[in-house]
């Protein structure tokens, strides 16, 4: 497991069950390489302003949580070097930090695009669906009822933007089990949509049944 880990198989047993010594090691053997990346990764993209408003701490934590999920540490094959392995989702964490923010500057549409690249689903559901605020607020309906295995596929797939061997990777799925969850998530949403449309079409222009 790189540098952390080298031929210690009995170190990787441990760091996969989650015991606490063996997060310890690996914590302190990357959390300075993970904190001059997260700062470089800001003065890159926003300067100093953004790093002196952003709490780097936090962002290094949330990449170290989130490696340490049980899922993402199973993950790990234990044969590549653990230290790029962990600075992708250090990288990840920032960019999904950079989203946040952006979302609560921009307009709602580019906000739910960047969400769940409505425009492609939306088209799909009915080309006429305009992103107002009443598709809005039953998208976002939608994706707060979503069960567990749907809410994480879209957090790795769209708010994090994780290609699906990366998001199968870091959910200990198969890429198989991605595409699937992916299809219920967009079928889902396709349904909440024509929802929309017949709630927003008058009665008298509804088709009637035979």
């Not at 300075?32 to 290094?60: F, M, Q």
């Not at 707060?144 to 200990?172: I, K, N, T």
């Amino acid at each position: 497991m790189g540098s952390a880990f080298g031929q210690d198989r009995g170190l990787l047993e441990q760091f996969r069950r989650g015991e606490r010594s063996a997060l310890e090691q690996v914590y302190w053997a990357y959390v300075a390489r993970v904190d001059r990346l997260v700062r470089r990764l800001l003065h890159l993209h926003g300067g100093t302003r953004l790093i002196a408003s952003a709490n780097v701490e936090d962002l290094v934590q949330d990449s170290f949580t989130r490696a340490f999920s049980p899922a993402t540490r199973h993950a790990y094959d234990g044969i590549r070097d653990y230290g790029p392995y962990l600075l992708k989702i250090a990288r990840n964490t920032v960019a999904d930090a950079f989203r946040l923010q952006q979302r609560q500057v921009l307009a709602d549409s580019v906000e739910i695009q960047s969400w769940l690249a409505l425009e492609d689903i939306t088209a799909a559901a009915d080309p006429s669906t305009r992103l107002d605020s009443a598709t809005l607020a039953r998208v976002r309906d939608y994706l707060g009822r979503l069960p567990q295995d749907l809410q994480s596929v879209h957090q790795h797939r769209y708010v994090l933007d994780e290609g699906q061997d990366v998001a199968a990777a870091a959910l200990g799925i198969s890429r198989q089990r991605i595409r699937t969850l992916e299809k219920k998530l967009r079928l889902g949403l396709m349904r909440e949509l024509q929802k929309t449309r017949v709630q927003n079409t008058p009665p008298e222009s509804r088709p009637r049944p035979y």
